[in-house]
């Protein structure tokens, strides 16, 4: 039983070239001031994975690994394990997305699958994560030089932009970056320091943290973690401010300035001051995040805005977690033919729901849905709301398993069937609960409509397209008898119409609400005269 296959990148051949043209020379070696390329943002686990010594065993190994995109070779002197009769030893890196926790697990056990469903003679000896750090660099832009009047209008990134040139951060990267414009004339931009100035993004950081020792790395990722949560408490306590009484007031103020040191710690400006001026700055700070959280809680009441915070929170979580589930997956790969076959379907769909909404409404009042008027748009108004509750539930799930991914919870190969049938229970369950929240909507309302406008006379709200009024009947030749279905028609009091779309017009009687007897009648329309009730409110016509 061979292991299920993967797409591999395919590499292009290179161009043919004739005889007779020279070979091309080999490209230079980099500057050394550009520091070492950065590795691809994946988890990388180097694998000793002893094989027997067979040359047929080790060539089938070492297809079949190299098929699932890890790299393959022969393990040095200094990595092979002592030596062992019959068995050859080789280095495999296996080559993860996600995050680092579970990474070194994960990697193993997708080995020792492979190699059990394979049957393969070979084991794993040792593993190892291998995390490469990434260079720091940064990148000045080069624009005109302005006066002092112009520095704010080129802070703001609105400068002339001619060029831009990324160096390895660090204490001279300005002066590298200079010496690399002048000694290239790129583009016909020639690089006058008289002329030009130098500008770092304010998102970018020309002089990171480097050679930090792993506590010290540590450290700072607690200051900025303090220096988050110090944010929060500065608008928290501001609204607090407002929404306390009396001595209360006291408490948020003294407690907004708490993560006045962290915000200062963690800003590239200040975080090489001394602790005075950092104190000062970051007080100054969270003294402008209490006033921005007071002028808030002045505005807004205190639940909104936690729900709105909540809500926030969990379209983060959300949206975070369905590009981690959807990402390197059979949809992204499609989904320049999925998406446009799936806009016909979705809208077909959300129209049919509206419609059964519409139909669930009327059916409270005993009226068939197309005997009564309704537009198109009001249809699909209907549907949004149960159809987007639904979604959100739906992406909701799918956000926990792409977060599950991310920590390497759940296996991204040998699970199709799996994926396929947990992507059509997931359509199933979307589908019955948007019905069955539209309908459950549409039957509430049109219980309430029935309710007050048999004991108030109220006129129903509008319901997405369907509007009810209150009329009079009155037949056009009161010697003849009146054509009526399920009658009699009543003439003393008012009674509530929906509109027709054909020869009979269908009318709720109020009386009727909860009786034995169908509570709606029709009429034919020539042979009556629908007059607007002028005050339903008194059950008289």
Same mark, same amino acid.
């Given at each position: ?8 990148? @395919? ?7 004739? !005889? ?22 994946? @988890? ?23 098929? &699932? ?88 990134? =609105? ?12 204490? !001279? ?10 000694? @290239? ?96 700055? #970051? ?31 969990? #379209? ?53 849905? !197309? ?102 009947? &009155?037949?056009?030749?009161? =010697? ?28 709720? !009687?109020?009386?009727?609400?909860? #009786? ?8 034919? @329309? ?16």
């Amino acid at each position: 039983m061979t292991p299920p296959r993967i797409r591999t990148r @395919r590499l292009l051949p290179s161009p043919r070239t004739p !005889d007779d043209t020279p070979p091309t020379p080999e490209p230079a070696s980099p500057d050394p001031a550009a520091g070492p390329p950065a590795p691809p943002y994946r @988890r990388r686990v180097r694998m000793l994975v002893d094989v027997v010594d067979q040359q047929d065993e080790v060539a089938y190994v070492t297809a079949l690994f190299e098929e &699932r995109g890890w790299t393959v070779r022969p393990a040095e002197a200094a990595e092979a394990a002592p030596a062992v009769a019959h068995r050859t030893s080789l280095i495999v890196e296996v080559r993860l997305h996600g995050a680092r926790l579970g990474a070194l697990r994960t990697a193993t056990v997708e080995m020792e699958r492979l190699v059990k469903q394979a049957e393969l003679g070979a084991w794993v000896r040792d593993a190892a994560l291998v995390e490469y750090r990434r260079p720091p660099r940064t990148t000045y832009y080069v624009h005109r030089a302005r006066p002092t009047l112009g520095r704010w209008w080129i802070r703001l990134g =609105a400068a002339d932009e001619q060029r831009a040139v990324t160096v390895p951060a660090g204490p !001279d990267s300005r002066r590298t970056a200079e010496a690399e414009l002048t000694a @290239r004339d790129l583009g016909g931009r020639a690089y006058d320091p008289a002329e030009h100035a130098l500008r770092v993004p304010s998102h970018s950081d020309a002089d990171p943290p480097r050679d930090e020792t792993p506590h010290e790395r540590r450290t700072r990722w607690m200051w900025l973690a303090a220096g988050a949560v110090g944010l929060i408490n500065a608008l928290v306590c501001g609204m607090c401010v407002v929404w306390a009484e009396g001595a209360w007031k006291l408490l948020p103020a003294l407690l907004s300035p708490a993560g006045a040191l962290p915000l200062s710690r963690t800003a590239k400006e200040t975080r090489d001051r001394s602790t005075a001026v950092q104190w000062a700055v #970051g007080v100054l700070g969270t003294t402008a995040l209490a006033a921005l959280g007071a002028m808030a809680g002045r505005r807004y009441e205190a639940l909104p805005l936690l729900a709105a915070t909540a809500l926030a929170a969990l #379209g983060l979580f959300i949206g975070a977690g369905v590009s981690l589930a959807l990402r390197r997956t059979f949809f992204t790969r499609h989904a320049a033919w999925l998406v446009p076959l799936s806009v016909p379907v979705l809208w077909s769909v959300v129209g049919w729901l509206g419609g059964q909404m519409h139909a669930a409404y009327l059916d409270r009042f005993d009226i068939r849905a !197309d005997a009564v008027p309704t537009s198109t748009l009001g249809r699909y108004s209907a549907a949004a709301q149960p159809m987007g509750v639904a979604l959100i539930s739906a992406l909701f799930f799918v956000a926990v398993i792409g977060w599950l991914r991310h920590f390497h919870l759940g296996r991204d190969r040998g699970n199709r069937l799996l994926a396929v049938l947990a992507a059509t229970l997931l359509s199933v369950a979307y589908a019955l609960t948007a019905i069955g929240l539209g309908t459950k909507d549409a039957g509430g309302a049109a219980g309430r409509a029935a309710e007050n406008a048999a004991r108030q006379g109220t006129r129903p709200p509008d319901y997405y397209g369907v509007y009810a009024h209150f009329v009079c009947v &009155r037949p056009v030749d009161p =010697a003849q008898p009146l054509a009526v279905d399920n009658g009699p028609a009543p003439t003393d009091h008012p009674v509530l119409s929906f509109g027709t779309s054909g020869d009979w017009v269908w009318l709720w !009687d109020p009386r009727r609400n909860g #009786g034995p007897v169908q509570e709606s009648f029709a009429v034919r @329309r020539e042979d009556v005269q629908l007059l607007p009730a002028k005050d339903p409110k008194n059950r008289r016509c």
